[in-house]
């Protein structure tokens, strides 16, 4: 059956260390999206793509990393130079771009930054 | 800044009564808004959504009213049920260029 998934569910790394969170979809979606969420605050968009090999940067790119080689990835890098990286991330995709398109999330990655 | 604001984190309700979840933004130019909900180990699912040209949309047990004079989203959900416990969290979209998402607010519906 269709869907997003998120790998791995926990994620842990030590300070200074890149690491990638994985997120795929078979819904033959267009768009797909990287969101953080933080106590006490709503998601926030890292990263967007709404066609294959392109992408935009949300609110809050900065130490983040994309890439969109196939329609199916959306694999999010949190580099050494993302000052807070220990947060929930979440990933989500829609039809087409454009922000009114239901998105689908997947089901998030806790990384813990030691 | 928070454009999108729940300024309630929790709320608690008797099975079978009204359940009134109220979200607040700043950004005139927001003409979308949507709800989600979570359960605990899921992401969010899209629930209802509501275009600023229209000031209600319902859909089944779930309703939301826009309120762009006071700039005010409501969910309402009648009757609550127990399987309604979870967290809810609202959205809003100016022109299709960005998605704003509040904190959330906690639901639980007691038996």
């Known amino acids: 059956d269709g869907g997003i998934t998120q790998s791995p569910k926990y994620l842990f790394r030590k300070e200074g260390q890149n690491v990638t969170l994985s997120c795929e979809q078979n819904?033959?979606?267009?768009?797909m999206y990287w969101y953080r969420q933080d106590p006490g605050q709503g998601l926030r968009l890292i990263y967007y793509?709404?066609?294959?090999?392109?992408?935009q940067k949300g609110d809050i790119a900065e130490g983040y990393s994309v890439s969109r080689e196939k329609k199916e990835s959306f694999p999010l890098t949190v580099t050494s130079a993302q000052k807070n990286p220990t947060a929930f991330y979440l990933c989500?995709?829609?039809?087409?771009?454009?922000?009114?398109?239901?998105?689908?999330f997947g089901p998030g990655t806790r990384l813990t930054v030691l | 800044d928070q454009q999108v604001k729940q300024n309630s984190p929790s709320l608690s309700v008797q099975e079978g009564r009204i359940s009134i979840l109220n979200c607040d933004y700043t950004?005139?130019?927001?003409?979308?808004f949507l709800w989600y909900k979570k359960y605990p180990a899921e992401g969010p699912t899209f629930l209802i959504s509501?275009?600023?040209?229209?000031d209600k949309n319902e859909d089944g047990r779930f309703t939301v009213f826009l309120n762009k004079s006071a700039k005010h989203l409501s969910l309402h959900i009648v009757p609550s049920q127990p399987g309604d416990s979870a967290v809810y969290f609202c959205?809003?979209?100016?022109?299709?260029?960005?998605?704003?998402f509040g904190a959330g607010t906690r639901l639980t519906v007691k038996p």
């Open positions: 989500a995709s829609s039809i087409a771009g454009g922000f009114t398109d239901t998105q689908y």
């Open positions: 819904l033959n979606h267009d768009a």
């Open positions: 793509s709404q066609i294959v090999n392109d992408f």
């Open positions: 950004n005139s130019m927001f003409d979308y």
């Open positions: 509501i275009s600023s040209i229209k």
């Open positions: 959205a809003a979209s100016a022109e299709r260029n960005d998605m704003r």
